[in-house]
């Protein structure tokens, strides 16, 4: 969002300072890019296995349940 000053209604709004500033930014965070990227696939990577492991530990669980289940009926 840009503003403008009444006082000058006819100059532009500068965004000299502003571009100054992203680009410090981005010349100062050019060498986490990496990091994150190899942050970013590890968290996926963790989630991924995460999720297998819950989804074969209701798998065993479930086959343990049938199991008692079916140990469980009169004969």
Same mark, same amino acid.
């Given at each position: 969002m840009t503003t403008v000053n009444t006082a000058f209604s006819g100059e532009q709004p500068s965004m000299n300072r502003v571009s100054r500033f992203s680009r410090k930014m981005d010349a100062s965070? =050019?060498?986490?890019?990496?990091?994150?990227?190899?942050?970013?696939?590890? #968290? #996926? @990577?963790?989630?991924?296995?995460? @999720? =297998? @492991?819950?989804a074969l530990a209701t798998i065993f669980a479930l086959q343990a349940a049938f199991y008692v289940y079916v140990w469980r009926l009169p004969r």
């Open positions: 965070t =050019g060498g986490r890019t990496r990091v994150s990227g190899l942050r970013r696939r590890l #968290a #996926a @990577l963790m989630l991924r296995a995460g @999720l =297998g @492991l819950l």
